[in-house]
């Protein structure tokens, strides 16, 4: 058993159950955003969050015990992603990361955007012409260092 075998597992629990990220976000207590991340294999869980998942999923002690391990973090199959939707991720990097970058470093000077002290919400925003995707995304910014 892997990290991997745990998130297909809640996947598979997931679809047959008909359950909602938000409704184990609410039981975790945290974002849907990062409870996702989470039961993805992307994030550690502590003892009593790990403990909230395993019961949603019906995890064996050994599963639950998967979920407070540090995962390898941003394990994508392939270099350029081939699913459509995380692929418009990566075309909008590859179109605006340099946009982001000039005007992240006119703002704030020479430094990055943490994914680490990071936060996302995404929600549903009603459009007349159809329905719309909106991701806030925050994160500290963390100048380079002379030395």
């Known amino acids: 058993m892997n990290r991997l075998d745990v998130t297909e597992k809640i996947i598979a629990t997931k679809v047959a ?3 909602k990220w938000a409704d184990v976000a609410s039981k975790v ?3 849907k955003e990062w409870v996702t991340a989470a039961c993805l294999g992307q994030m550690t869980l ?3 969050q790990a403990a909230m998942v ?5 995890l064996s002690a050994e599963e639950k015990a998967w979920l407070m391990v540090v995962p390898y973090k941003g394990s994508l199959p392939t270099a350029v992603p081939t699913d ?6 990566f075309e909008l990097v590859s179109v605006y990361g340099t946009t982001f970058k000039e005007l992240i470093h006119e703002e704030f000077g020479d430094g990055i955007m943490s994914a680490i002290d990071f936060k996302m919400d995404l929600q549903r925003e009603p459009d007349p012409k159809g329905d719309r995707v909106s991701i806030s995304m925050s994160g500290k910014f963390l100048p380079y260092k002379t030395y």
């Not at 395993?54 to 019906?58: D, K, L, M, V």
Request: net charge neutral; charged share 20%; hydrophobic share 40%.
């Open 17 to 19: 159950k008909g359950i």
């Open 29 to 31: 207590g945290l974002s």
């Open 84 to 89: 459509p939707l995380i692929y418009r991720f």
């Open 46 to 48: 502590t003892a009593e």
């Open 54 to 58: 395993a019961e949603t999923f019906g």
